[in-house]
């Protein structure tokens, strides 16, 4: 048994490993990505394989041998930096989002449900693709607090536009939005209450998550000039 174990771990770690290099690859090339159709093409991959990779925990998670299953989760580089990426340890916001989401579908149809709950599954199905534009967006937020002239705030800026121009639309070309007007404002009202899924889609306008962090790095330069022309 102890064999079994081993060698369980060290397929399941290969099998990470790959996982991890292969969105590491994918999350490089949307930073990279100088177009919206390279933009959407590299979106879709990355999405697709965040299904593997969470599939892949899944199995993982659900095996027969508890002995292996903690070794794997808990003594694992790559199991567990895999973990990291997509965030597996989310059932308490899960089950919060489960009560939330009865509460919104109680005074709809069984169709209107279930449109409700295909767009609330594509939505978290982008949950990686928005983690990556949220770690492009701390990157740029810690470049303006370090600007040092109005020059590079402004070649910040530009940027930051360049960045939301590319992603302009993607949100509606990844998923589809319902047009029961009675499903659309159930959602709203469900995203409303849920800031893990409204992140989701609010990481998709990189320039207006990041307007206050522009005014303010304008403003903190504006004092220091003053303090030392004073």
């Known amino acids: 048994m102890a064999n079994r174990i081993h060698q369980n771990f060290i397929t399941a770690e290969e099998k990470a490993k790959s996982f991890c290099n292969k969105l590491d690859v994918l999350q490089k090339e949307l930073y990279s990505a100088k177009t919206k159709t390279e933009f959407d093409s590299v979106a879709k991959k990355l999405i697709t394989q965040g299904k593997d990779a969470y599939q892949f925990l899944s199995t993982l998670a659900a095996g027969k041998e508890q002995e292996a299953r903690l070794a794997l989760i808990y003594g694992s580089k790559y199991v567990g930096q895999l973990s990291k990426y997509m965030g597996v340890k989310k059932s308490i916001l899960e089950k919060n989002e489960s009560a939330a989401l009865e509460e919104t579908l109680k005074n709809l149809t069984d169709t209107q449900k279930n449109e409700v709950r295909s767009f609330i599954k594509s939505l978290k199905e982008l949950e990686i693709l928005s983690e990556t534009l949220m770690s ?27 960045k939301n121009n590319l992603m302009e639309g993607s949100l509606n070309r990844l998923i589809s939005y319902p047009q029961d007007e009675a499903v659309a404002g159930a959602l709203v009202n469900f995203l409303q209450m849920n800031e893990r899924l409204l992140n989701i889609m609010q990481s998709f306008d990189i320039h207006a998550s990041l307007e206050d962090d522009l005014s303010n790095a304008r403003a903190a330069l504006a004092g220091n000039n003053r303090s030392l022309g004073g």
């Not at 701390?138 to 940027?159: F, G, N, P, T, Y």
């Open 136 to 162: 492009q967006e701390e990157k740029l937020k810690e470049r303006l607090s370090q600007a040092d002239s109005a020059d590079v705030i402004d070649m910040i800026e530009a940027e930051i536009l360049e």
